[in-house]
């Protein structure tokens, strides 16, 4: 298959991983879990009071986003308290699910869609457009956490500073290569 990385490759990259996914780990996720769901309740009988259409994929898309953000990348885009549950994400993910099998065979055009005009992408591939927005999210967030850490990850990883998500933890690993900081 062509997109199949190398085990020892593949078991390196997830080796440092490991400890965010273990069930003692997963287990202290279930407050972040419960206030999110209570959030989505209330925003529900809101909108069963007001009479107001809900649209369920948008309402469960913002919780899944609210909490994957949350324990990814150490923020949250609090999409349960937007008035129409920011149906972009629902959208980003909807055109992720649709263009991933492309983007597997064929790496090279994220990153070439990347560096063109969005009008330009969404007029060759508009589902390609959501994984687009989506790298943006990510090199922002990472940008972000560069400039709050006074220092660049591939750069320098030498820092002792304790990273709490699994995105900057991936990002911070010294004994890895650049190119192999990523999820």
Do not use: W
């Given at each position: 298959?062509f997109?199949?990385?190398?085990?020892d490759?593949?078991?390196?990259?997830?080796?440092?991983?490991?400890?965010?996914?273990?069930?003692?780990?997963?287990?202290?996720?279930?407050?972040?879990i419960?206030?999110a769901v209570e959030?989505?309740?209330?925003?529900?009988e809101?909108?069963?009071q007001?009479?107001?259409?809900?649209?369920?994929?948008?309402a469960?898309?913002?919780?899944?986003?609210?909490?994957?953000?949350?324990?990814s990348?150490?923020?949250?885009?609090?999409?349960?308290?937007?008035p129409?549950?920011s149906?972009?994400w629902?959208d980003?993910?909807?055109?992720?699910?649709?263009?991933?099998?492309?983007?597997?065979?064929?790496?090279?055009?994220l990153?070439?869609?990347?560096?063109?005009?969005?009008?330009l992408v969404?007029?060759?591939?508009?589902?390609l457009?959501?994984?687009?927005?989506?790298?943006?999210?990510?090199?922002?967030?990472?940008?972000?956490?560069?400039s709050?850490?006074?220092?660049?990850?591939?750069?320098?990883?030498?820092?002792?500073?304790?990273?709490?998500?699994?995105?900057f933890?991936?990002?911070?690993l010294a004994?890895?290569?650049c190119?192999?900081?990523?999820?």
């Open positions: 298959m997109s199949t990385v190398p085990h490759l593949h078991r390196m990259r997830r080796a440092p991983l490991s400890p965010f996914f273990s069930k003692r780990s997963v287990s202290r996720l279930e407050p972040i419960r206030s959030q989505l309740c209330k925003r529900i809101e909108f069963q007001t009479g107001e259409p809900l649209i369920l994929n948008h469960f898309s913002a919780l899944t986003i609210d909490i994957i953000m949350d324990y990348y150490a923020r949250s885009y609090n999409c349960l308290a937007a129409d549950f149906p972009v629902f980003i993910m909807t055109g992720m699910t649709q263009v991933t099998p492309l983007l597997k065979q064929f790496g090279f055009l990153p070439l869609m990347r560096n063109m005009p969005e009008s969404a007029a060759i591939n508009p589902p457009l959501s994984m687009v927005k989506l790298e943006k999210v990510r090199f922002t967030s990472f940008n972000e956490e560069e709050r850490n006074g220092r660049a990850f591939c750069r320098d990883a030498t820092s002792t500073q304790q990273v709490t998500s699994v995105y933890l991936q990002m911070s004994s890895a290569p190119s192999n900081r990523y999820i």
